[in-house]
T-cell receptor
Framework: GENVEQHPSTLSVQEGDSAVIKCTYSDSASNYFPWYKQELGKRPQLIIDIRSNVGEKKDQRIAVTLNKTAKHFSLHITETQPEDSAVYFCAARTSGTYKYIFGTGTRLKVLA | SAVISQKPSRDICQRGTSLTIQCQVDSQVTMMFWYRQQPGQSLTLIATANQGSEATYESGFVIDKFPISRPNLTFSTLTVSNMSPEDSSIYLC??????????FGPGTRLTVT
């Protein structure tokens, strides 16, 4: 079955710097890759997603890139702000199912 | 996106007892799922709640321990049965339409003593 690895587990950046979180997946049939942000004590919130027919997607300060050949995708946050501090989860969904397999999460700390 | 609520938001239960968690959506949705998030961990899918039929459980989760109901397209329940301290977790429902996105409820924080 699908397996999703996520790195790093923790990431500290200075305010204004960029942050990059990487995920790899095992099932080449996976075709949808969402990213969730979870603040302490809150529900995971969908912040951006990408489908397998697209290589890159951007929404203001966040972007996601997908390399299907290498089976990895990345979240990029530019001009980080303290409110970006949270745990970020990547996920992959295999074609023909509605099930997500989540990565292990990255705790991002943005230092003011 | 749909407004999703869960009840209770938190509970402290004695071992050996059962707790039923409710998930209510303000509009009809195609897919409903139940996840478990153990402290400091990622999200693990327990089962897909199927409207009008038995839920589809993931490996490691069984119906006797986690019975699920979904009587209609806006409501589902998850019961955690015969609880032990290892069941202490956050339990989240998520919903999706025919598209790809899933949205999570606020979660139920369960502590078993």
């Amino acid at each position: 079955g699908e397996n999703v690895e996520q790195h790093p587990s923790t990431l500290s950046v200075q305010e204004g710097d960029s942050a990059v979180i990487k995920c790899t997946y095992s099932d080449s049939a996976s075709n949808y890759f969402p990213w969730y942000k979870q603040e302490l004590g809150k529900r995971p919130q969908l912040i951006i997603d990408i489908r397998s027919n697209v290589g890159e997607k951007k929404d203001q300060r966040i972007a996601v890139t997908l390399n299907k050949t290498a089976k990895h995708f990345s979240l990029h946050i530019t001009e980080t702000q303290p409110e970006d501090s949270a745990v970020y989860f990547c996920a992959a969904r295999t074609s023909g199912t509605y099930k997500y397999i989540f990565g292990t999460g990255t705790r991002l700390k943005v230092l003011a | 996106s749909a407004v999703i609520s869960q009840k209770p938001s938190r509970d402290i239960c004695q071992r050996g007892t059962s707790l039923t968690i409710q998930c209510q959506v303000d509009s009809q949705v195609t897919m409903m799922f139940w996840y478990r998030q153990q402290p400091g961990q990622s999200l693990t899918l327990i089962a897909t709640a199927n409207q009008g039929s038995e839920a589809t459980y993931e490996s490691g989760f069984v119906i006797d321990k986690f019975p699920i109901s979904r009587p209609n397209l806006t409501f589902s329940t998850l019961t955690v049965s015969n609880m032990s301290p290892e069941d202490s977790s956050i339990y989240l429902c998520s919903v999706g339409q025919s598209g790809d996105e899933q949205y999570f409820g606020p979660g139920t924080r369960l502590t078993v003593t």
